[in-house]
């Protein structure tokens, strides 16, 4: 072979090389522009849920539960809700706010204890997040809902027997607002979080997977 087919062939493999890297980087640079895209959506649903549970923190720090001896359990509430603010800032993927929920399904079940203790109720039973929206906080019972038996909280359980649509947590995807089960996997971690204690069910893997 000749020296011009030589050099022929090495640049023609050289120019293969440059564009497949250019096609790697390129790919490359699409999967973290969609990563961020949806840390974006998911952390703005997790910021949500965070400042509602401080909101709430603050209506029971004025009001006659932490007075009537469940200081301690407000401490612990006020504990995890400090937890789910530094767990959302350090949060760099979408699986990471996983914990940001998990955190903040802890901090509701305290506050229901608090709750029932300080009105003198029995103890609730640790359950579920409400399927229509985790940040109702605990379950009530399960109910029936589109063929599925689904845990619910007493207000969207009553609404449904009364023959009324549950209030459905809705989150963003692609410009328009969905329920979150159908947020796709960017919202898998933040809903994971939630249900992570409550193995053994389709209906909590389909949650956790974002396949509801």
Known sequence: MDYLGVVLIVATVATAFVVIARRKALQGRRVRAEQQRQLTLAKQAAEADVS???EELGRLAGGAEVDAGCGDEYDRAVSLHQRAVAALAEAQLPDDLCLVTEILEEARWTTARLVARAAGEPMPSRRPP?????GHGPSARNI????RNVPACAADAGRIEAGADPYI???ECDDRRVPYWEGGP???GWARGYFKSWHGSRLIADIQSGNA
């Open 52 to 54: 509602a549970f401080g």
């Open 130 to 134: 409400c399927f229509f929206n985790p």
């Open 144 to 147: 029936a809902w589109q063929h």
């Open 169 to 171: 947590r809705t989150v």
């Open 186 to 188: 960017g919202y898998a």
